[in-house]
């Protein structure tokens, strides 16, 4: 299904130091050493956010420790997160929750109804489909173990 064009108002966003735009956690953005961040209220729209400890690296923000999390406040039926694990050959389980409860129906093709999922490879993993109208939303995806690189945000 393509993209609901006349509801999407969020833009690719990426999370690693070179190309990112509207971060917004508490602490400010430190450049490829580990810090621990934490999510701002209220989170703005179009604006993302780290809790944990994290490393931004250029390319990458990469999860330093169990239960680090991403947030971002967005407005399109799609969200899709460009990730994998770091080292390569690790599977790593997440969860996911859109303005603080279980995605149910609104879960995307790699998460199930209680938002679970795992990285398991290089690539874009779908993480929210809402199947109902559009409204500006936050989704949450919590890593349950260290090691996951996020590398950007893309909306349908």
């Known amino acids: ?45 179009n604006e993302w956010a780290l ?14 420790e169990p239960d680090a999390k991403i947030a971002f406040r967005f407005h399109a039926r799609d969200v899709n997160l460009v990730m994998g694990p770091r080292p390569r050959d690790a599977s790593i389980p997440f969860r996911v929750a859109v303005d603080g409860e279980p995605p149910g129906d609104a879960h ?12 398991h490879q290089q690539r874009l993993y779908q993480l929210v489909r809402e199947p109902g109208s559009i409204t500006d939303r936050t989704v949450e995806i919590t890593f349950l173990e260290p090691g996951a690189e996020a590398y950007c945000f893309t909306f349908g």
């Open 108 to 119: 995307g093709f790699d998460v199930d109804e209680q938002g679970n999922g795992t990285v």
């Open 51 to 64: 809790a944990g400890s994290w490393a931004v690296e250029s390319r990458a923000s990469v999860s330093q």
């Open 1 to 45: 299904m393509q993209a609901d064009w006349s509801n999407l108002k969020t833009p690719e966003t990426y999370v690693g130091y070179q190309q990112a735009q509207n971060f917004a956690s508490a602490a400010d953005l430190v450049i490829d050493d580990p810090r621990t961040y934490s999510v701002p209220e209220p989170l703005n729209p």
